[in-house]
């Protein structure tokens, strides 16, 4: 009633047309479905947002996430783009190639990355074997990117005609889509392995061509993989769209590289051979986990830890005398010795 009295004392100064239509609905004013909002630093990165960095030349950030951590570090760094590629196959899942990785396993990985990564767009790679069929194959698995995986965009690798028509059934379907040429790890049982592309004239001409069959599909990207600076610059030059390289140089629109990778995070002789020689370590992470890890051996094996720092719970003596006690009435002798010995050592060790 004091609401009614209120909004009856104010009415004269309210249009009464304006004031129906809030009482109706809780959309702010001057907005459709929430938005448009003022863009913020912990706002979502959008497509909006990359077009405009595209046209005043501001380089795109893009790096690879797979799990809740990684997506972490991402957010607070500013990284325009976080790509959930399907390379956890090899650098998360241990293959040699990025075949094995199933949809399902995918979509773990997306829902991670999706709960840790607030800012930066986040573009989920098809795997490969969901979308070569057919375009309701394609359209349905990035459905599932989206809604399951809580992915803002999808990303398919090759420019053949099928794959072309693939990206197009997608866009209509209202999906954003991120295309990729030159290498393409899919494909390397066609490829003859992990190769570069555009080496020679006809390649050369073969990336420009399908980059520029994926944007007239619809994409609103196309990554680069392991072509000449030269070739990368053509086709960047060629587009409309962000060209996002990786071991292309460094005339393309952005640069992406894998989160392992570029953070030196495993020495391992199996992941050695597979980390490419365009990636920059930008730390050595792997080192850094390798001297805690034995440090924490050692300390557990010598004793030293957990020390009295680190042992932060305490019993009362009263309640340890009577849990003694209790022990000895179940005929746990030893055990009731331990807990007194325990609680000796820990008193010693606070003096």
Known sequence: MAFLTKLSRSSSRINPGFLFSRLLSNVP?????????HQNPSQ???????RQKHKKGEPITVVTAYDYPSAVHLDAAGIDICLVGDSASMVVHGHDTTLPISLDEM???????ARGAKRPLLVGDLPFGTYESNTTQAVDTAVRVLKEGGMDAIKLEGGSPSRITAAKAIVEAGIAVMGHVGLTPQAISVLGGFRAQGRNIGSAV???????ALQEAGCFSVVLECVPPPVAAAATSALRIPTIG????PFCSGQVLVYHDLLGMMQHPHHAKVTPKFCKQYARVGDVINK????YKE???SG??????????????????????????????QAASSAASAAEKVSKSHD
């Open 304 to 333: 030293l830890f957990p020390g009295p720092d680190h042992s932060p719970y305490k019993i009362s003596e009263a309640d340890l005398g009577g849990f003694v006690n209790e022990l000895q009435k179940l005929g746990l002798d």
């Open 107 to 113: 979509l773990v990985h997306c829902r991670s990355v």
């Open 246 to 249: 990786i071991g292309a140089g």
């Open 299 to 301: 300390e557990v094996t």
């Open 206 to 212: 073969k990336v420009v061509e399908t980059a520029l």
């Open 292 to 295: 805690a890890l034995l440090e």
């Open 29 to 37: 004013e001057n907005t459709v479905y929430g938005g448009p909002q």
């Open 44 to 50: 979502r990165v959008t497509l909006t947002n990359l």
